[in-house]
């Protein structure tokens, strides 16, 4: 018979893990902080290796998995994919094959559900467009979403290779910034109908959506999703207690990039608006062993 020692058991917590390949998550984890702010995170940027735009499945994959293993090694429970490509390319076979084999008491998000969820409420006409990375469009993962939770929706679908590389080198504003942002909206109206919104996914967009506000016609609502994932983030912790009590709750954050740091504190500050101070780490190659899917 085991000797009741009085103790109570202290369960062990961890920080939420933030992944992206490089800076846009960034926009993610700022409206997942504001909204959530007692909590613990680690947000790690992949930089060295950013774009992941143009990248095949198979390494979108195996970068997203080397990430997310780094962060699980620090002890999160969680981890949101703050990454649409990453989420198009990798997250079904992470969630399928890579969890249930190696880590079956973690759990790993990404964000193009939780925007699909929050979009059909937002357009009257369901005459939506799409603005994204080529490798999130190529990946149909919107629209295949969409036609499962918002099957009213009809998507227009355009990639905006040039806005991140504009966005990263600082140029949110100005001439050069404009002109892409009309012809990619004349290159979308071109494709279809009157569209009612315009979905921004690209987690670097919304620090140019007032740009893109501003230029696009009356009547054309902007959805950004800064403002959409953590709403769901919140939700589902408030389904899922048994995940949010593995939470550390102490508000501290820690940044990190497979980068030189000082590169990354300055755009970092760019997107997050105070100053950043992080780490730089090397992932570790994986034998996952899994297909992407």
Not at 28 to 47: A, M, Q, T
Not at 58 to 85: D, M, Q, W, Y
Not at 187 to 212: E, F, K, S, W
Request: some cysteine.
């Amino acid at each position: 018979m085991k000797r009741n020692t009085g103790k109570a058991i202290v369960m062990k917590t961890g920080p939420i893990g933030i992944f992206d390949s490089g800076f846009g998550g960034l926009t993610i984890f700022k409206g997942i902080r504001r909204l959530l702010p007692e909590h613990d995170y680690v947000y790690l940027g992949d930089n060295a290796r950013t774009p992941y735009g143009n990248r095949s499945f198979e390494t979108v994959l195996r970068f997203t998995l080397e990430g997310i293993a780094h962060l699980f090694g620090l002890g999160c429970p969680l981890v949101i994919i703050a990454c649409n490509t990453a989420s198009a390319k990798a997250l079904r076979s992470i969630q399928q094959q890579y969890l249930p084999a190696v880590h079956p008491d973690r759990r790993v998000l990404g964000v193009i559900r939780p925007t699909v969820e929050a979009v059909d409420a937002h357009s009257s006409t369901g005459a939506v467009a799409l603005w994204a990375t080529q490798g999130t469009v190529q990946s149909g993962s919107f629209a295949i979403e969409l036609r499962k939770h918002a099957p009213r929706v009809s998507l227009t679908q355009q990639a905006c290779p040039l806005l991140v590389p504009l966005i990263e080198a600082g140029e949110l504003e100005g001439p050069g910034l404009d002109f892409f942002i009309g012809k990619y909206w004349d290159l979308t109206r071109r494709q279809g109908g009157a569209v009612d919104t315009l979905l921004l996914g690209c987690t670097h967009y919304p620090l140019i959506r007032h740009r893109i506000e501003a230029l696009l016609p009356p009547g054309v609502r902007v959805l950004s999703q800064d403002d959409l994932v953590a709403p769901r983030l919140a939700d589902y912790l408030r389904r899922h207690p048994e995940m949010d009590a593995r939470l550390a709750r102490t508000g501290r954050s820690r940044y990190l990039t497979t980068d030189a740091s000082e590169h990354f504190d300055h755009l970092a500050e760019i997107f997050m608006g105070h100053p950043i101070k992080s780490e730089t780490v090397e992932l570790k190659p994986l034998q996952h062993g899994i297909e992407s899917r």
